[in-house]
């Protein structure tokens, strides 16, 4: 943390001896303004949501085969048995995939919210870009993103003329 911050220091200090112009902005206040972000955050809360449910249902079924299974245990042979747990284990083994092919790395949820929240993304990178060309700032910090900004003045901020840019009527810091 030390070392970030005297990196961050002498990289600032590197940008004022070239009189770079520079700003601040934070871009999840940004998206937490814009309707289109709300309504993509909306549908995935539902996608997921369902996909959860569906999950469930799963591995609920695989918990009502293994009470049962438990239940009717001493009455099996060994052959009915061995049927029994591999039925449970695969259904259990489907459950998890499922899960996995829902909510895992690069599974169904991260694809659709590349496609539900990247385009609101990518427009609000534009307007960035946008004013970041026509005011001149050569740089632009987020402190919303993992670099940290420990302090910025707020005249420095200009997440409100982001939204300005994106016709959105900000309500104002926080």
Known sequence: MKKLLIVLLVVLSAFQIQAQRY??????????????????????DEVSANWQKEIDAKLQEVDRMYKAYQAEQ?????????RRE???IKKEKEAKEL????????????????????PVQDKVYNAVQKMAASKGYEIIFDKSADLS?????????KSDDILRELGVTSPGKK
């Open 23 to 44: 700003c601040v902005i934070d871009s999840k206040y940004i998206l937490e303004n814009l309707p289109e972000y709300k309504q993509a955050q909306t549908k995935l």
């Open 74 to 82: 001493v009455m099996l042979s060994d052959e009915m048995k061995k």
């Open 86 to 88: 591999d039925e449970i």
């Open 99 to 118: 899960q996995k092919k829902r909510f895992g790395f690069e599974g169904d949820l991260f694809k659709k919210r590349q496609e539900l929240v990247k």
């Open 149 to 157: 900004v420990f302090y910025n003045d707020p005249k420095l901020d």
